[in-house]
């Protein structure tokens, strides 16, 4: 929803809602995405940052009462710390909900809930269909046509990726034995869940060695995973915990001198963002996690946890990619905590031929303005990416202007960065978007009549599973 928010802060919502905006959502509550559904999971930036998302005059209007809720004081009241994020995204649904009523009430804007995009497809002649059913409904299906589409359907992890991930690290697969899990699995369950997830598995193995679950990946998901799985089975019968990664992990310090005082070496030309000054300010992981991974490098244990925990950089030696390999083969389970790809609609030309999109590290390929190419190396015009999974990376725009170090190669994800630097770009590529079809539709005017389905709408937004994990900056 960040999209939204940017667009009615800068004035531009009427604009973009002049022939109507059509926001679909699987969800019948609005704004939290996953962020409300993670159990026990506290974020990697400060309170502040989701409360600057809420802040602009333009807000005072909409968000007055809100200030008052007993959440948003909560949230105050922590403001220089990590928020729960369960907490951080039902104070995000409280504010998408006033906003979505108010806009609602005020300009040519539709909200449909409970409604699943099914297929995108692009016309000929600019545009898309868009079919999509009612969630309670499955067989109830409709269909409208709009200029632009915004999608931000989420980030979604297969644990079929755990294959590939070995592969990349030249290390054989897990065992049809093995169980599999993604980080998401683990991070959305009680720690009673957790519990009898595991337990069986525990006893099934007996004495055939210890209980270790190995984690892929070295992220802030990553290693808050391994917080819980240590913190939460460590009597539950869980003896290890293998985190197998690719690079060094990395350590946020918000100077060189902290850095080093702390005993980390800093590459000044690789890690330190030319900006703010700050150590991996991008890259470097952050509170609780920044804590759990200098306990783990100091004595092996998540401070106040019972389980071994290893931390084995495969690609640092051939020693340590037998180790892993060894890890891997003798645990119980083995959980996928290396980041997410885009989750997307079917998408597919005028003739239903679908249109792969380019994929990179993390996420989409797309321009500067969330447009993402096609396979062939051409944009699909009129579609922007939004979210978890969108193309957004660090530009020489964004190195020079909001910085980031050198050694970052990921995506930027985050709501303070979707509610700012990002929803600006992809509202201007709209807006350009929507002038050039405009100007189309001027100069076919006295050639043919432009056919639109009855439920028409200008813009499209969609948020299937809106997950924002908070990076900070």
């Not at 940052?49 to 333009?58: D, I, P, R, S, V």
């Not at 104070?91 to 909900?97: I, K, S």
């Not at 050694?407 to 979707?418: H, K, L, N, P, S």
Request: glycine fraction near 12%.
């Amino acid at each position: 929803m960040g999209f939204l928010f940017h667009a009615f802060k800068t004035g531009k919502l009427e604009e973009i809602a002049r022939n109507g905006l059509l926001v679909i959502d699987k969800r019948f509550e609005l704004g939290s995405g996953k962020l409300g559904e993670y159990a026990n999971v506290s974020g990697n930036t400060v309170g502040n940052t989701f409360l600057a998302c809420l802040e602009h005059e333009k807000f005072d209007e909409v968000f007055g009462e809100l200030r008052d809720h007993p959440l948003y004081k909560q949230m105050v009241a922590v403001a220089e710390g990590p928020p729960s994020l369960s907490d951080a995204g039902e104070l995000l649904a409280l504010a998408t909900e006033r906003l979505l009523a108010y806009l609602t009430a005020r300009y040519d804007v539709t909200v449909l809930r409970g409604r699943e995009i099914d297929t995108i497809r692009r016309r000929q002649g600019g545009g898309f269909d868009i079919g999509y059913h009612d969630v309670t409904d499955p067989a109830l299906l409709n269909t409208v046509s709009s200029d632009t589409i915004v999608i931000n359907l989420g980030g979604l992890q297969h644990v079929g990726e755990i294959d590939e991930l070995c592969r990349g690290l030249q290390l054989p697969a897990p065992g049809a034995e093995i169980k599999t899990y993604v980080s998401d699995d683990v991070l959305s369950l009680t720690t009673a869940q957790l519990i009898e997830t595991f337990k069986a598995q525990f006893a099934q193995n007996g004495k055939r060695g210890p209980n270790r679950i190995s984690v892929l990946g070295g992220s802030h998901s990553a290693f808050t995973v391994v917080d819980r799985l240590a913190m939460e089975l460590g009597d539950a019968g869980l003896d290890e915990i293998a985190v197998i990664h690719r690079s060094p992990i990395r350590l946020f310090f918000e100077t060189i001198e902290e850095a080093r005082a702390n005993g980390y070496a800093v590459n000044e030309a690789m890690d330190v963002c030319p900006v703010t000054k700050r150590v991996n300010r991008a890259g470097g992981l952050r509170y609780r996690a920044f804590d759990i991974a200098r306990s783990i490098m100091a004595n092996g244990h998540v401070p106040g946890a019972k389980p071994r925990v290893e931390l084995i950089e495969a690609d640092a030696s051939e020693v340590a990619r037998s180790r892993a390999g060894d890890c891997l083969s003798e645990s119980v389970a083995v959980v996928h905590g290396a980041g997410y790809g885009p989750n997307m609609s079917k998408l597919v030309d005028h003739w239903g031929v679908p249109i792969p999109l380019q994929l990179g590290q993390g996420g989409l390929v797309s321009d500067r303005f969330g447009c993402p190419f096609d396979t062939n190396g051409e944009l699909v015009h009129g579609l922007f990416s939004f979210g978890l999974g969108s193309g957004f990376r660090p530009d020489e725009q964004i190195r020079r202007e909001t910085g980031f170090e050198a050694a970052f190669r990921g995506r930027i994800y985050g709501v303070w960065a979707f509610h700012h630097d990002f929803g600006g770009r992809v509202l201007n590529g709209v807006l350009d978007a929507l002038a050039t079809q405009d100007a189309h539709a001027r100069s076919d005017a006295g050639d043919a009549q432009v056919q639109h389905l009855p439920d028409v709408s200008q813009l499209t937004t969609y948020g299937g599973t809106d997950l924002a994990v908070s990076a900070g900056g």
